[in-house]
């Protein structure tokens, strides 16, 4: 009798996984990030206006995914993130729209300016976030309190790389940043949070998150978890001279970051069912601007009816006390077999920078001699 047992299905490739393709798209994303955030860098200056700095960033991000995987007409990409650009006490989330350009204090020396972005390719995207301060230079490098907290930021950043390795829990992370901001006498930014990148979203959809300066009630509803290869993640860290206590929305700046929810409601009128029909074609399920949309003023009026009814989800504005300053840095890496590999992110220049404070914690110190990544093995030589 002929064996009639159905063959059995093809296994399927789990879209997460790092395959050469996905890396590849990745990669591809934070080369586009990365060079929207060095046009960014260079644009925000004394007297820079700062919706014209944001409006290059994501100008340089759609110019490069429309030049990439230009035969894949179907593909979705372009802006993972909206550029924000966050002077003063602002800690992140400004994006203004061109209505308000003019109410939004322009660039000035001295400036502490937080830069953040993001780029996808096929919803693979690559964040990136950068802290300057407006006017540094070589002959004029940052001094003082602003330079211990661009130091801090640093040595945080390269103790979190050694440490995101699998087998390593979140909260590994989450204790070295606290013990490297002290040493800087600086502080992490209660509740900020680095999440496992997924294809389609850049939050919420896994349970691998790193918390900064938990709650106990921010350790319940944020589990300890391991690290694996194959992880991807956006690696945020905030820290702060202030008490590092955000406030959201304390000055005024209107909120104009907004993403994509799950639900589903009939909405009523025009101008939001417009803005809704071109955030789910264009945006999909990644943050978006008001600024992204070509006409502001009927994207604006509809957002208010979307977000009344629970579609889009705001980012507000975040802010520090008035006179502190912070800092904002967002790596994205890969866990590939020989260690994680950072794909986004600025060089540290220690010339532009110079803290007078020396690290003295040993632990620190030991951790920070270790390779960030394992040497390949060398082939066995033949006899």
Known sequence: MADTTPAAAAPTQD?????????????TAADIANRALAKVIEAAVTGAS???????????????????????KDMLKGIAFPTCVSPASVICHLSPIEQDAASVAALKEGDVVRIELGAHIDGYAAMAAHTIVIGASKSAPVTGKKADLL????????????????????????????K????????PVQGMQSYQLQRN?????????????????????????????GDVFSLDIVLSTGEGIPKYNGEGNRTTVFRKTDYTFGLKTTAAKTAYSIIKKDFGEFPFSITQFEDETKAKMG???????????????????????????ILTVLLMPNGPLKITGVAWD?????????????????????????????????K
Do not use: W
């Open 303 to 329: 957002m208010t009816e979307c977000q009344k009814v629970g579609l889009v989800e705001p980012y507000h504005c975040c802010y520090e006390k008035e006179g502190e300053d912070t800092v904002h840095v």
């Open 201 to 229: 979203s850049i939050a919420g959809a896994t349970t691998k998150r790193i918390i900064l300066a938990p709650t106990p009630q921010n350790r319940k509803e944020v589990p300890s978890v391991e690290f694996a290869e």
């Open 350 to 382: 220690a010339e532009l920078v110079k803290s007078e404070i020396e690290l003295k914690d040993e632990s620190i110190k030991e951790l920070l001699k270790l390779p960030v990544r394992n040497a390949n093995k060398k082939k066995k030589a033949a």
């Open 50 to 72: 700062v919706h014209a700095v944001c409006k290059i960033g994501n100008d340089t991000i759609l110019e490069g995914t429309k030049a990439v995987y230009a035969k894949k």
């Open 15 to 27: 879209e997460n996984s790092l395959v050469p393709d996905t890396v590849t798209k990745y990669q």
């Open 151 to 178: 130091t801090a930021a640093h040595v945080a950043t390269e103790a979190a790389l050694r440490l995101l390795k699998p087998g390593n829990t979140n909260y590994q992370i989450t204790d070295m940043i606290t």
């Open 180 to 187: 490297v901001a002290e040493e800087y006498g600086v502080k």
